[in-house]
Every structure is written in structure tokens, then in C-alpha cells.
């Protein structure tokens, strides 16, 4: 078994969590991006909630999280793993200054996904491979409920999640995990508490 | 041949709880051919790991790491010395050529150069006899007055401001001996009384170091106990340690040194 | 062998995959923080397996004489006895530290990784330039860069038998195993920001040693240990430290240092720890220090050295001084303390006012400067992708030798150029761009 540091644990957690945000919230862009065709505001909006990486709300904020995250963790991943990361840097910046920024941000896409893969292909470590996992079902989670998916997309990834929490090694809130499944079964699921729980199951120890 | 008993105490006040200190003393003087010494006491506050291990210079130093969250640091240490002002410490000619070079603390600027050029040794002068020379030229130039220095005030600043503690006397005179490539070297230590810890500087002369203390003017007796020695006043600092939290910090040292 | 133009078509592609895999390193300008790609050319520097021999016997006959030096001067100082070095050139530098007097480190080694930096002059000759025993840095670029040359272009090296550099992560870690006083491996770095993490990450994941920063490393009972995340320790035997000594214990070297592991140069003196390289071997890379190696090699090892410096002079030494001022606008005059192609000053380039006024610096300090005859380089090709044909430029060399029992010299090495036509300065942090070296085997 390998040693991890602490510091360690906590960006495969955020690597995972950040490049679930990408990949979410890119899928998300794009869509509203497309029903904006035409509109005046479509560049600003772009440029606001996509390629200004200085606004905490854009997906390109967090391509850079998972970069940062990504660039220190090339030991634990391997360089090919990690590549797939830098590659969906560089998509971006082309989509920033593309006139069909839809095509470069596909790529982006699809790098994300290549990481995914790669990731579970090519990472020997379990417990590495599986903090990285989990850190993008809680943030799936997080996103569905704040997104107002639909019930049955929540439902579904809670299952996931619960399903593979207990594989990543880490200590986490039992408690937590039953209150999540019980209100995602609720009739009128309670989104705000769904957020509040799944933010709160994974503590790193000091 | 004198004998001495001495007690010495350092402590440290932190304003807000420490966790996290490791630190490493050198206060804990030594035994060699002129003087030999007796601990009754050794006290390290608060709990610790600790190790001894000499440095570089000789210098015996405890250093460890205490991780209990502590608002004071102290060290106690006692015991008795055994003086005998004839013992020759030898120089050993690996280890002496270092101390012919300026330090950061002892290098001489325009102020000291231009004292020196002042200064008119006879050319048949010893090493040790030019040192002396130059300190009965220092002694009238410079005025005891505590509190306008600091720890890490280097010669020159000191000599500029023309006042200054025994630190300052000792560094002064060893920058002096550097512009000639005279070795010498700082030395930490104690004198009969009570208060701080003093000051002097050792000179190489036949392959023998011999102590002469520019603060009063005079060549070491058989009341001067040596503590530790290195390059200047920071290779005997009496702890150099890092610790996380404390903000401000105040450090007190109580020497008490008897002729029994 | 000749060239092989059936790369030049890479070049594009081989630059992309090096930015793929983020081989890139930091620079600091105006305080702001840019990770910046470092070039690729294509061309590769091609040594002959008879010149490498040569090379190889001169390398390791200067660093086993190092070593020895670095032991000498931390030990007995014989060679300062003997009249060989003047003790100034020791002391009055900044290498020199005094904690380190008196340590023995793990098998008597203090340079493990040692950068010797060389030129070749238009004749052939070879000449060494610069010995760096802290913290060569460099090996990973044409390391990976090999890999990803031979992904474009198999046939090449199909056709030609090139030695394999790819070994050098096997190297490094048999050196680390070597001196491991028992435990975990580690590369120990300043983080991310650091001009060559890039290096430091990639060797950790070749080599298989953990890459920890400080606050991963802990010393308890007078051992070092690396902390996991649950709190466990685990005992540390050799640590490859990319950090530089005045950082790497803030109890023993500079105090006001924020990063560092407290106590790790204690336990490295009882032997408790190796560190790689050894502190304190500023001692024998200073430019002032560099113009006695020669001497050195006759006085530890009694042979005549292999490969010679750049004709050098000491301003220190009278006869020397005079020379200098008389042959000043054909030398090339360095700042001992400066690195990094930095504190260079071309004697031609200078006005007569400016020349006046820097010939009294050097009277006023002469342990400061050393002038060298300028080389005259031989130029190196270079691949212009926009002109599609091969241009002349500027490069050096950066060898490294791997010291076990015997020091090992690495069938490649750094092969930096200066993209400006007209510099002579190749150094990364210059804007100067790299090259594979390919040693041949027959």
C-alpha cells in the first residue's frame, strides 16, 4: 500500500470534484449557450460564466482549480493521465477565442472524459484512484441538487455515491450518508439540505 | 586556580500559547585545558525530546522539539568551574583558519577601516600583541551604554554609534583582527556577579587561543568562564529555535557567577 | 552520423506533445508567477561514441576530485596545508558553511548529482565551463523529450544505434538506494512554484520516490519520518532534496526561513539520514573555486586532467591582474557570487567611462572576479520551423554524473542554445531553448 500525505488526499478529492464541476457545468453552458443563439447577450454571457477565470462561477475557474490540483499531483496520476487535464487547458483558451467556441469546448469535453478514463485505467493505486472518484460523485450530487436536475438524476447519483464512498479509504459521516438517501426518497426533495449534507460527509482529519 | 560556582537561567515569555517548538541551546559550557567544569543542574521547560550534540565549533548543544502547547521556555542550568588561567587550549590549525574571515556581524565598513588606518602598531608586533595594541586603542573610542544595540547589530553599526554592550566590544575588535587575518574568534561566557552573560574574544597566539576582553580592557583571568565560542555573536547564539504562534516574544537571562 | 533530416517534419508535433504533458518551467517576472514552455529543437547534439569516452573519462576523473575536495575542506583542509588552494578562496566565499565542518555524510559522498557544464570551440575542443553540485537541474527535458522523438519518428531510431537515455530515472535511483540509511526515498521540493517542478514531479514518478514538501516531513526520536494522512509515520533513509541548504533547516541554516524541516541537518549528522546533495558543496562550485580544479585533480588523484577549463585568470594573483587589464577587451569577466548567465560582462562591450570605472571595482574587489578568454564557440544547428532550413546558434552542454561506488555518466545530457542569433547566453531562464543529446553506440 502506498504512504499519502494528507495534503495529498485532499487534491485527488478536489481534482475529482473540480473536474466533475468542468464536465457538469460545460454540458450546462453549452446547452444554454445553443438557446441563446442569436440573442445580443450570448458573448457576455460566454465570457462570464465560461472563459473568465476569474469569476468563481465560470467553468473556466474551475479548469484552473483542477489544473492546480492536477500539476502536483503528476506522481500520484503519471504524466499520461495527467496530460489529458493540460490538454483541456488548452481547448479552453482556443474556445476563448474562437468565433464557435462550441467545438474547442466539445474538446474540453472530451478530455475530461479521457482523464476519467484514464484515471481508472491507469492508476494502480486503489485508494487513489478511488478518492478521485469520489470527490467528482459528491460533487455530482452537489451540482444535481443545486442545478434543480430532475428527481430521478438525483436519486440516481446518490446511489452511486453511496455505492462508492465506502471504497476511497477516507473517514466519513455514516449519519450523513443515511439523511442524503432519505431525503433524496422524499416526495418534495429538500435540494438546499441535500447540498448542506453532501458537503459536510468527507472530513480530512488534522 | 579559582574555583567558581555559576547558575544561569533563560527564559522566554510568549504572549500567546506556543505549539509547535523546536528549538536548540547552546548554553552549556564545557570542559578543556583551562577549565573544567561540573553540572549540579540541567533543567529544560516545558516537556521535551531532546539530544546533546557539539556543532561545528565544539560548542555543546541540546536541541529538541517540544510540542505541548507552552506560554514559557526555560533553561537552568548550575553548577561549578574550575579555573586555571595557565591551561592552554589549542588551536587546531583545520579548524583555525576560519576565523581570519569577516562575517556578516564582523565585517569591517568604512568606519572601522578608517580607524584602523588611524592605528600605528610596531611592525615587530605579534598577532596577539597587535590585538592587544588595538584594543587599548579601542577602549577610549567606545562607551558602555546598554539598550542602543541589539543582537543583531554588526560592527560596523556599532562602532558608528560608538556606544554599545560587550557584544559589540568583542565584534568590533574581531573585525579589526580580520582586516590583518589575525584569527580570533567570539566568545560567549560568564564573570563574577550577577546579570547577563558576557562577552570577550579569543586570539590565536603559537597555536594557543588566549582570551583578552575588550569591554574591560584587560587579558582574561581565572575568573572567566567560557560558554561557548564561534565566528561572532550568531554562532553563539543561545537559541535558535522556530516555534508556531507566540506572537511577541520576550526574552530575559539571569547570570549568577560566585568566587567560592 | 550525420543529421537526420527525416525529423525535421516532427518538430511541430514533438513541441506539442511537450506541452501536452506540461514540460514547462516557472519563471518569476515583475513578482508574478508564468509557467513557460521550454523550446525544442528538433536537431539533435550527436556525440561519437570514441568523443564520449573522452568526455566520460574527464567527467568522472573531475567529480571523484570534487568530492574529494568537498571531504578535504569539511575534514583536515589538507589541500589549504599544502599550499594548494589559498584559504580565501575557501572561506571568504559564501560555499563554504561551517556547520557543515566535521560531517561525514552517508558513504563519504557529497555530490551525488553533479551538472558539469562544458563548450566545445570551433576546433573541437572541449572545455569546461561551470561544475554545479547543488542543485543541477535539467536531465528530465531530453529525457522525455527522447520519448516523444521516437513516437514521431521510429525509423530513425531504428536505423541508428543511439544509447537509451531513458535510464537515467534508474540511475537516480540507485544513487538515492545507495546512500538510503534505511526507509522511504524521497524528492523533497519547494512546491509547485518552483522553476523546475516540473522535474521534480516527473522524477518522482519515474523513479518511484515519493514527492513530499516539508510539511510532510517530521523529525521524532531522532529519525526522519514522512507523515500519511491518517498520521502514520514512516521512516525516511535518503532524501533527494531540490531545495537549497540555507532553506532546509531553519534551526541550523537560516532561521528566518519559513519552509525547512527542523532538525533534519542534525540527524543527517549522526548519520541518521542521507541528503542528496550534501549541504555545504558551495564550497566547490564557486566560479573562484573553479579555477583550481585542475589542481586538484593532480593533488587528490595524481593524474593530469582529462578535460580542460576555459583559460581563466584569477584577479587575486598580481600576474594575473596585470594580464587582465592589459587584454581586457578580449575577455569575458564573471561575478563569482552570480549564476544563471547572470553577472556577465563582455570586456569590448563596455564605453571607456564604464570600462574605468568597472576596472576599479575589480582592483577594489579581485576575490570577486575571474575573466576568461572568450571561446569561440562552435555553432550548433538548429531546426527554424517558419524558414524550413537549419540555422547556426550558440549552445552549450550540461553533462551529469550519478555517483555510486564509482561515478556514472549518463549517455546524454542538456544540450541548452540561445535563440537569439547574436547571444551567447543559453540559460533557460533567458528565454534559451533545449535539444536532445544522442550518444552513439558504435
Redesign the interface.
Known sequence: MSVLSRENCERLFWLGRYSERVYTGLRDFMEKFDAMTGSPSAGEYAKHFCFDSNNPDSVSFSLMRAYDNAIVLRDETGTETFSYIQLAVYEMKNAAKSAAPLLPLQKVIDNIAAFWGMADDRIEDEKVRGIIKLGKRIERVDLYARMNADKEDIRREVRRLSYRIGRAGLSYSTEGLSRINALAECEEIDRAGIVREVEALITFAE | MRRLRYSYHMELTFELPVNEH???LRCFPSSDERQKISYTRIEIYPQH?S?E?P???GNMCI?G?ARQSHERFSVDVEGTAEIDASGQVAAI???T??F???TALTKAGKTIREFHRSLDPMNWMTGYERTVYMMNELYPEFRYVPGVTGILTSAEDAFRLRRGVCQDYAQILLALCRLERIPCRYVAGMIPGEGATHAWIDVCDGGVWRGIDPTHNRECDDTYIKISG??DAQ?CAIN???FYGGGKQTQTVKVIVKIM | MAIPEELYPYSGSVNELLARYGVKFGIYKNGVFNEQLFPFDIIPRIIERREFEYLERGLKQRVKALNEFIRDVYSDKKIIADGVIPEDFVYSGSGWLAQCDGVNPPQNIYSHISGIDLVQAKNGEWFILEDNLRIPSGASYPMIARELCRRSAPSVFAENRIEDNRNYAQLLRRTMDYVNTGGLSVILTPGRFNAAYFEHSYFAELTGARLVTCEDLVVEDEHLYFKDYSGKKEQVGAVYRRISDEYLDPVNFNRESLIGVPHVFEIYKKGRVALLNAPGNGAADDKGIYYFVPAMIRYYLHEDPVLNNAPTYLLYYERDMKYVLEHFDSLVIKDVAEAGGYGIIFGDSLSAEKKAEFIDLLKAEPRRFIAQEVIDFKDIDIFDGEAGKRVPRKADFRAFVLMNDEPVVWKSGLTRFSRNPDSFVVNSSQGGGFKDTWVMEE
Open positions: 523546536h528549538f536548540k525530546f539530544t550534540e556543532d561545528s565549533f536541541f522539539t590549525p583545520s579548524k583558519g576560519i581570519k574571515y569577516e564561534g565566528r554562532d535558535q529555535g522556530v
